[in-house]
Nanobody, 120 residues
Framework: QVQLVESGGGLVQTGGSLRLSCAASGSILSINAMGWFRQAPGKQRELVAAISSGGVTNYADSVKGRFTISRDNAKSTVYLQMNSLKPEDTAVYYC??????????????WGKGTLVTVSS
């Protein structure tokens, strides 16, 4: 069994900061790319940021310069530092990871999501 558990969401004012964490656990052989997606009410889920196992990153244009994704491979954890938050960043943020299980296939896993609310 593989689990992704997010933490760090909450309510923050415009211009504030939050740091999201997502820890992977279970029967894991290796973790490839990890990323953060978000889904606002009435909208489709969208990629926010992703990071490869080697540390190569990419960001949605809407968050470039404000958000930073990083990972700690020893802890199987990915982070999302969010600065200069705007009301339009309000969404449920989901962690995603491309994981190879011990004695199992390579699969995409999702966390249950953490709510980020930015008040104006």
């Amino acid at each position: 069994q593989v689990q992704l558990v997010e933490s760090g969401g909450g309510l923050v004012q415009t211009g504030g900061s939050l740091r999201l964490s997502c820890a992977a656990s279970g029967s894991i052989l290796s973790i490839n790319a990890m990323g953060w997606f978000r889904q606002a009410p009435g909208k489709q889920r969208e990629l926010v940021a992703a990071i490869s196992s080697g540390g190569v990153t990419n960001y949605a244009d809407s968050v470039k310069g404000r958000f930073t994704i990083s990972r700690d491979n020893a802890k199987s954890t990915v982070y999302l530092q969010m600065n200069s938050l705007k009301p339009e960043d309000t969404a449920v943020y989901y962690c995603n990871a491309d994981i190879v299980k011990l004695f199992g296939p390579r699969m995409d896993y999702w966390g249950k999501g953490t709510l980020v609310t930015v008040s104006s």
